[in-house]
């Protein structure tokens, strides 16, 4: 298949996330065409904003934005169809929306969802934590988490446990390494939601070489022989059945697919102690 390209030029008064995620999650409904990303955040003057239709202009393509200041917007909107660039503003339709329903007006204030707030030092905090307690650390205090992950190596645990940090959830990971006991205070933790990870055998062992291969070791090893990761994943999937903890197969999954699911069963979890 011949593959195409395209410009697309993401414009933010803030970090850029939501364009990009935006940008991204349109992009791959189309096979067979690829953007070329401009990221532009932290657009919030005249000056800057110049800077960016300067490279619009030489590279004219689709552009995204986030602009709240008015005065900014229409400049770009003037330049984008001086260029032949279509553009559009992602946040719109939904301050429409939320203005018809609420009656209000919005405040113009660029970066609003990032303010130094609660949510935001909660975020910290969880990060703090799983960090600390990545591949086994620091076991003892593992009820203090909110979700624990287990699973063999490179089942992605701990990018896992790190996007799950960025949502606010203290996460601790431990390895099932064969012959290794897991730790007594897992069997005591009563608050967090314990959670395994499962991935093929041939996943495993193929993430595993990689990985040898970047460090440029010994790969004759039972760490990536076939027989020996079905043994470690079997023995994890009867270890996750025994307890009942709920298993996810990352096989597939990429790992923002594997935090949602996870989030959603820590909210189930949470549900259960409010029950009671």
Avoid at 111 to 117: E, I, S, T, V
Wanted: charged residues 20%; contains cysteine.
């Amino acid at each position: 298949m011949v593959r195409s390209y395209f410009h697309l030029h993401l414009v933010s008064d803030s970090t850029g996330e939501t364009l990009i995620n935006v940008g991204r999650a349109a992009a791959a409904q189309y096979e067979g065409v690829s953007a070329i990303e401009h990221v532009y955040p932290l657009v919030r003057s005249s000056a800057q904003l110049e800077r960016v239709i300067s490279e619009i202009e030489q590279a004219p393509g689709i552009v995204l934005y986030t602009l709240v200041e008015q005065d900014l917007t229409e400049r770009l909107e003037v330049a984008c169809r001086a260029t032949g660039s279509p553009a559009l503003s992602v946040l719109q339709p939904v301050h429409s929306l939320l203005q018809s329903y609420l009656g209000a007006h919005s405040t113009a204030r660029p970066g609003a969802q990032h303010m130094l707030n609660a949510e935001y030092f909660k975020r910290i905090d969880a990060m703090n934590f799983t960090l600390a307690h990545d591949d086994g650390n620091l076991p003892l205090d593992l009820d203090e988490a909110d979700v624990i992950l287990l699973g063999v190596s490179r089942s992605s645990k701990t990018p896992t446990s790190i996007y799950l940090a960025n949502r606010g959830l203290k996460t601790a990971n431990i390895p099932l390494v064969p012959g290794m006991p897991l730790p007594p205070a897992l069997e005591r933790a009563r608050k967090p939601l314990i959670v395994g990870l499962l991935a093929s055998p041939e996943r495993i062992v193929q993430i595993r070489q990689n990985r040898l291969l970047s460090l440029k070791a010994d790969d004759s090893s039972s760490y990536v022989d076939r027989e020996a990761v079905a043994n470690e994943v079997a023995a994890s999937r009867k270890l996750f059945a025994k307890h009942r903890w709920p298993v996810i197969d990352v096989t597939r999954r990429s790992i923002e697919e594997t935090a949602a699911a996870i989030v959603e069963l820590h909210r189930e979890h949470r549900l259960k102690f409010i029950a009671v």
